[in-house]
T-cell receptor, first 110, second 115 residues
Framework: QKEVEQNSGPLSVPEGAIASLNCTYS??????FFWYRQYSGKSPELIMS????GDKEDGRFTAQLNKASQYVSLLIRDSQPSDSATYLC??????????FGAGTTVTVRA | KAGVTQTPRYLIKTRGQQVTLSCSPI?????VSWYQQTPGQGLQFLFE???????NKGNFPGRFSGRQFSNSRSEMNVSTLELGDSALYLC??????????????FGPGTRLTVL
């Protein structure tokens, strides 16, 4: 079983819709949770970080964390064509290691 | 603040050669992590250096090695290159502190092609 798993893509949503991305992680002592966005041919860039249970909103992005269920999600509201990218979920463990999921590719249809 | 820089950006080598990649972290960051990214395996952790010491290591063969200098700049070396080493090599820096808010920021990567 992989340490960090993301819902398989690709995910295609119409412009203006909500894109929902899910991520589950293994039963290890985890500290922090991150979502990175990676455009084709580019390096990952940080979108959001979340450290405690609940929701965290930043503009059109909302991250949700449920440590009891070992689950973290990312919602993209009012999706734009510029949101088309691969989204990587990352979990930081207590030994400082950062593990990444395989990524979910999102395509926003104009 | 300048971001993470990596050199070179592109590299073509042949099997059996060795290669050295360089990474300069964000000013003030003391931790540098290296990752290999391939279409089939995704982002895989190679190793992390903090204050010139290797703090963590992934599951890669000994052909992959690294080091960090006193100014926090880091180099990664791959010896006896294999075709399967073709990948995007990413460097990420962070303050490296024992805080849950410690966040990694990625450089642009080095695209290595092994022929």
């Amino acid at each position: 079983q992989k340490e960090v798993e993301q819902n398989s893509g690709p995910l295609s949503v119409p412009e203006g819709a909500i894109a929902s991305l899910n991520c589950t992680y293994s039963d290890r002592v985890s500290q922090s949770f991150f979502w990175y966005r990676q455009y084709s041919g580019k390096s990952p860039e940080l979108i959001m970080s979340i450290y405690s249970n609940g929701d965290k909103e930043d503009g059109r992005f909302t991250a949700q964390l449920n440590k009891a269920s070992q689950y973290v999600s990312l919602l993209i509201r009012d999706s734009q064509p510029s949101d088309s990218a691969t989204y990587l979920c990352a979990v930081k463990w207590s030994d400082y290691k950062l593990s990444f999921g395989a990524g979910t590719t999102v395509t926003v249809r104009a | 603040k300048a971001g993470v820089t990596q050199t070179p950006r592109y590299l073509i080598k042949t099997r059996g050669q060795q290669v050295t990649l360089s990474c300069s972290p964000i000013s003030g960051h003391r931790s540098v992590s290296w990752y290999q990214q391939t279409p089939g395996q995704g982002l895989q952790f190679l190793f992390e250096y903090f204050s010139e010491t290797q703090r963590n290591k992934g599951n890669f063969p000994g052909r992959f090695s690294g080091r960090q200098f006193s100014n926090s700049r880091s180099e990664m070396n791959v010896s006896t290159l294999e075709l399967g080493d073709s990948a995007l090599y990413l460097c990420a820096s962070s303050p490296g502190l024992a805080a849950i808010t410690d966040t990694q920021y990625f450089g642009p990567g080095t695209r290595l092609t092994v022929l």
